[in-house]
């Protein structure tokens, strides 16, 4: 699949928040090395990113085109926590960082933002020999599987609905 980065005016076939070169410069400036691999597998971790920033979220404001936009941004009518105006026309510094931030972890750990789980083998009690356990949450939903980084939520945290922390209720954070 072909990287097309949201240029601000709302595109229908855009699938990332920032380019390659954003990604590479941003993780060189944070001398993080985990940023390694071919193009192409780093371009597929911006879509996934960006993917599920796009639909993990409930954003502030509207979309500058609607349903046929493809991403969450840009929009209109955001407001930062400070009150200031998020320009309609860009794509937030805030989401392009946290698009690098998540897409690392997809380029270490593919599916990591979108994992798969079966509840119907989740273990809620053990046994071996005398020895019992019991998990305390062992009825917790799918969505204690999301993965939430404190850091990209600290970023986006002013451009969300206040509630709209992500679309699945208790959502477990992991470093």
Do not use: C, H
Request: aromatic residues 8%; without cysteine.
């Amino acid at each position: 699949m072909t990287l097309v980065v949201e240029d601000g005016t709302g595109l229908s076939n855009a699938n990332s928040f920032i380019s390659l070169a954003y990604a590479n410069t941003y993780f060189t400036d944070k001398a993080i090395s985990a940023w390694t691999g071919s193009d192409k597998a780093k371009e597929a971790a911006l879509i996934r990113a960006t993917a599920y920033l796009t639909i993990a979220y409930i954003w502030k404001g509207s979309k500058i085109n609607g349903r046929s936009q493809a991403l969450a941004f840009p929009r209109s009518g955001v407001y930062d926590l400070e009150g200031y105006e998020v320009a309609e026309n860009a794509v937030p510094s805030e989401i392009q960082k946290a698009t690098a931030e998540l897409a690392l972890l997809e380029l270490i750990t593919p599916s990591t933002l979108n994992p798969a789980v079966k509840l119907s083998e989740r273990v809620s009690r053990e046994q071996i020999g005398q020895i019992s356990v019991e998990y305390v949450n062992s009825n917790i939903s799918a969505s204690a599987d999301i993965t939430v980084v404190p850091y990209v939520m600290n970023l986006i945290s002013g451009l969300i609905v206040a509630g709209g922390s992500n679309r699945l209720s208790g959502a477990s954070v992991r470093a």
